[in-house]
Each structure stands twice: as structure tokens, then as C-alpha cells.
């Protein structure tokens, strides 16, 4: 399976973005599909997370209802709305593809860098 992340870029403080992540190859293996984040110097923080049918959503504790992530198994895509963006939410994000149903992560995408300006 690969993961290839877009959308990320320069927004300002506020603003909104939309994260997308094409998956190929052996895609009938995938159950879950989410994001992660890291930012320099800090540890990586879980963002969200959805099952194959688009239920068992699950959200990190900082996301605060500003982000959804949703997929469209017709197009192997899972994506990640991200509204009132703040500085704070500066990372490289990374989607994630999950095969064995249990939320440890086989796949990771190359990234795709988000810069929220003040």
C-alpha cells in the first residue's frame, strides 16, 4: 500500500485547508485510515482516525471540533477538513493506513507540511 498526501500549504491564522491522501496498491486490505502530525522538536500527535465504513471516528483532544476527516472508499481518499487553523497547528501531517484493524499503523504517507501564520 501507498499513501500520497496533498494539500497542505501557507494559510493564515484562522484559515481553512483540505488534507488529502490517495491510497494504491493493495487497497482492499485497509480498515482504518487517519492522520498524524509532528512539528519540529515535538512529538508526534495523533489527529484523527476513520474505520472502513466511515464510522469509529476519533479525534485527537486538541482538535476541539475544528477538523473532520471523512473518506471516499470509491476513490481509496481519506481527507482531513481543517478549519480555525492557529500557529499551534504548524506541523508536517502525515496520513496513515491501518490493515489489521487493531490502530497500529502499517502505512505512512511521505507527509505534507501545513504553516499556519499568525
Known amino acids: 500500500v501507498q499513501l500520497q498526501a496533498s494539500g497542505g500549504g501557507l494559510v493564515q491564522a484562522g484559515g481553512s485547508l483540505r488534507l488529502s491522501c490517495a491510497a494504491s496498491g493493495r487497497t482492499v486490505s485497509i480498515s482504518n485510515m487517519g492522520w498524524f502530525r509532528q512539528a519540529p522538536g515535538k512529538e508526534r500527535d495523533f489527529v484523527a482516525t476513520i474505520g472502513r465504513s466511515g464510522g469509529s471516528i476519533v479525534y485527537g483532544n486538541f482538535v476541539k471540533g475544528r477538523f473532520t476527516i471523512s473518506r471516499d472508499n470509491a476513490k481509496n481518499t481519506v481527507y482531513l477538513q481543517m478549519n480555525s487553523l492557529t500557529p499551534e497547528d504548524t506541523a508536517v501531517y502525515y496520513c496513515?493506513?491501518?490493515?489489521?484493524?487493531?490502530?497500529?499503523?502499517?502505512?505512512w504517507g511521505q507527509g505534507t507540511q501545513v504553516t499556519v501564520s499568525s
Open positions: 496513515v493506513a491501518d490493515i489489521d484493524n487493531d490502530f497500529v499503523y502499517d502505512y
